[in-house]
């Protein structure tokens, strides 16, 4: 009973708690040894001067986790652990994230950002106020798709803005575009190799290698993919951005679009998807009708996010898909739980349904317009015709090219060394066959303030002088 | 010039653009053919009465958007289309989902519900003035892991009340269960095989098979996963409920853990995933450290939820994952948005952060503790001795034998004529290995308001009255 002999922490754990652990603290030590019998309740109780009740609390809990041995009429008995475990090391902490090595770069301009200045927190909060107290009676994980009030929002907005007439029983909403391709993946069909733009976007590659779909590259023209290149792809999926191509800025004209369609509805298990990521900022020119909607076709998937059009840190992306698509995504997804909070969907749904999203998007786009206007005229003024700008009539990002510069790398390091970051067509190249313009860079500006402007002008003035 | 005389709608849309639509319409109903040259600026100018400006917006809009084609000198020419697109006709309306069979049961006895009561929208609405004014700076997608303010709070709320001493640096956020079980499918390994316990939570199997990850049933002992059914089954990953097993409500002994997790340590590849679902409510004993905690094994991934400690509405769950683990998920998912809106994140935070997570666990278990007494009390009363409960230490959901019972499909069906929705064991069982209790149905209590235990008792105790 030596090892048993303890004294108790006043006014600490119960007392039954305290003895509990000083036997487990005992066994796992390897102090008390398998088979040994402990001492009765009544004998310990008395030698630790404590109640019997109290020994009989520790002793179960300690039979109930596995450490002890119930005989009745023999009394408590230590279990064998099958495996005694050397004093715990602590584990080896885990390596925090590498900074990002361009993180000294006074200007950002990558792409993928949205102006800070276009949340209004006190719209949100009284959408919050509105939406919170009806939240307790969304408490379950809700319908797989997406709540149809957010569908139905959704729809009506495609309806009025893309000229897309889509059902809301077609649409599923989840967190992210690279959620969303994550799912569709699944349900083109085992096999289905997709078609990708050359250049495009990098996180397509590898959102499908991890959903263990093959892929191949098919370069561009000046209308945005090469069907000739496609069909001799053998790719069953070709993945698009034709409102305004990422990164290149292409719009595709109304011909390639129905030549793409025309495409898939050749064959069986082909498909179109049709990536509208950045739509709602258009500048010049009226909107192209989207595949989707131009041709009403049953090969083509739309997919749209509130990443540009709200901010990236909504995580709310939604697609709209065809019949046969639809089955599939209701027979081996009908269990899930969607991915968006139910909070986030009755706020986006407000959001949507008390006309707040197309005040929100006529406020950005007169934002960004006026400040794509004012880095035009800058780049204008300090590189005359030297710099060619083009992909500037929707979305949130151009390319400028610098006739006779120095090449792109060095173009992106010299503007780094003048504290701008920005990306050239080369990172988002994934071949040589894709063709592209040299001394071409990729100019985010959504997050550029307006004071900001002339300065980042002047420093790639400066970076590029001598070029 | 005759299919281009029309008359323009007054007020309506400007002018330019209506002649856009009109001419576009006329070339995809074939009306004006490839090859045609449209009239010069000036002549349909002077023919419509409109200014040649407003031709040549149209005419140029048309071009961007490839109806036609812009030869210098000669003027506009109609373009041709790959296909001439038929009248479009409306999409098949899609099917709306089918309605669950048993909506029409008054009392829903299902697992996964949560009390509705437990959510204050009073609370919320307060952390939400206090979180959004800030979110302004958080419009980007965030950290792939989750953002750092909130992995803070979970790994200190798992230190202190699950003995597991994690670094934040380990732990990957994610929009619920299922998303971190398809993320976790993927970095286990190619060819890594799962073991899932049988009975168990039918959605793990259709995740892994949505991942294309195989996985093999192993059957329960009354410790939990019998280890020489999973040796025998060539698994490499073991994916456990030890704190209370879904669904038969077992508490895993100390023993079974650490054999378990000696298992895993044989052999490199081999994991447990530790899924500690619903841990926060437990009424009887004192809560069995967790596998990750007891062990600190690099072999244990530990999986929480917010489903059950919170709402299934909230989708956040985490994953503590070792080393090598996280080393992959940083090399195949290190560009990933981070599932959860920032939003809810930032909500989540300051929730943990400011203590009431643990204030609203306190007062959830108490009510939970309440209501399963008076659950129990009324069953007792109803039933005696002919009724056993079992399971019922931890969570919000317990068994219940009915002796001499007419089997399990007759109560369940015999409950649903009286308005009573239940799941029985075999409803979770994959396997004829699976060596369940007859007569045993699954009771999930959370979403039982006091009031309605005694009707539903009753109601139990005349459906099965018969048996």
Not at 180 to 192: P, S
Not at 366 to 378: N, P, Q, S, V
């Given at each position: ?10 006014g ?6 305290q003895?509990?652990r ?20 009544r ?28 005989r ?10 099958p ?16 900074p990002?090595p361009?993180a000294?770069c006074?200007?950002?301009?990558r792409t ?16 919050a106020?509105k ?6 009676a ?13 569908r ?13 007439d ?7 909403v989840g ?35 991890n ?49 793409l369609?025309a ?10 998807v ?23 076709s ?49 706020l986006l ?7 707040l999203l ?6 950005a ?7 794509r206007?004012r880095l ?19 979305g ?20 780094a ?10 990172d ?20 550029l ?5 002339a ?11 001598t070029?």
């Amino acid at each position: 009973m030596d090892t048993l002999t303890f004294t108790f922490e006043p006014g600490g754990r119960p007392l039954y708690e305290q003895l509990y652990r000083r036997i487990a603290a005992e066994i796992a030590s390897g102090r008390l040894k398998a088979g040994e019998r402990l001492p009765s309740k009544r004998a310990l109780g008395a030698h630790l001067q404590i109640s019997v009740n109290t020994v009989d609390g520790a002793y179960r809990m300690l039979a109930d986790e596995g450490y002890l041995d119930s005989r009745p009429r023999s009394g408590f008995f230590v279990l064998a652990l099958p495996r005694t475990l050397a004093a715990p090391t602590p584990r080896p902490a885990a390596a925090a994230t590498p900074p990002s090595p361009d993180a000294a770069c006074r200007y950002d301009l990558r792409t993928g950002l949205v102006d800070p200045d276009t949340f209004q927190p006190d719209l949100w909060l009284k959408l919050a106020r509105k939406v919170m107290p009806r939240m307790g009676a969304h408490l379950a994980a809700g319908d797989p798709q997406g709540e149809r009030v957010l569908r139905e929002g959704l729809t009506r907005h495609l309806r009025e803005f893309r000229a897309l007439d889509a059902s809301p029983d077609q649409m599923v909403v989840g967190a992210g575009m690279e959620y969303l391709l994550g799912l569709l993946a699944k349900l083109t069909g085992d096999g289905a190799v997709y078609a990708l733009e050359d250049p495009g976007y990098p996180k397509l590659r590898t959102v499908l290698a991890n959903s263990g779909v093959a892929h191949r590259f098919v370069g561009l023209d000046e209308a945005g993919m090469r069907p000739d290149r496609l069909r001799a792809s053998g790719a069953d999926v070709a993945y698009v951005t034709p409102t305004h191509q990422y990164p290149m800025g292409i719009t595709m004209p109304v011909g390639r679009r129905l030549e793409l369609v025309a495409w898939a509805e050749e064959r069986r298990g082909r498909y179109i998807v049709e990536d509208d990521y950045d739509s709602e900022f258009r500048y010049a020119g009226r909107p192209v009708p989207s595949m989707t909607g131009l041709t009403r076709s049953e090969k083509v998937v739309y997919i749209g996010t509130m990443s540009r059009s709200l901010a990236p840190s909504t995580r709310c992306a939604y697609m709209v898909l065809p019949p046969a698509l639809l089955a599939a995504f209701r027979q081996r997804f009908g269990t899930y739980a969607c991915t968006v909070s139910m909070l986030e969907q009755h706020l986006l749904a407000a959001f949507i349904g008390d006309g707040l999203l197309v005040r929100h998007l006529n406020r950005a786009r007169t934002l960004y317009r006026r400040r794509r206007e004012r880095l035009l005229d800058a780049l204008g003024g300090a590189f005359g015709d030297r710099l060619r700008i083009h992909g500037a009539n929707v979305g949130l990002h151009l390319l400028a090219t610098l006739a006779g510069g120095p090449g792109e790398k060095a173009m992106k390091a010299r503007a780094a060394e003048k504290g701008v970051r920005l990306a050239g067509v080369t990172d988002f190249a994934a071949s040589d066959a894709a063709r592209l313009p040299r001394n071409t860079v990729v100019i985010g500006y959504a997050a550029l303030h307006d004071a900001e402007i002339a300065p980042v002008v002047r420093r790639l003035a400066a970076a590029w002088a001598t070029a």
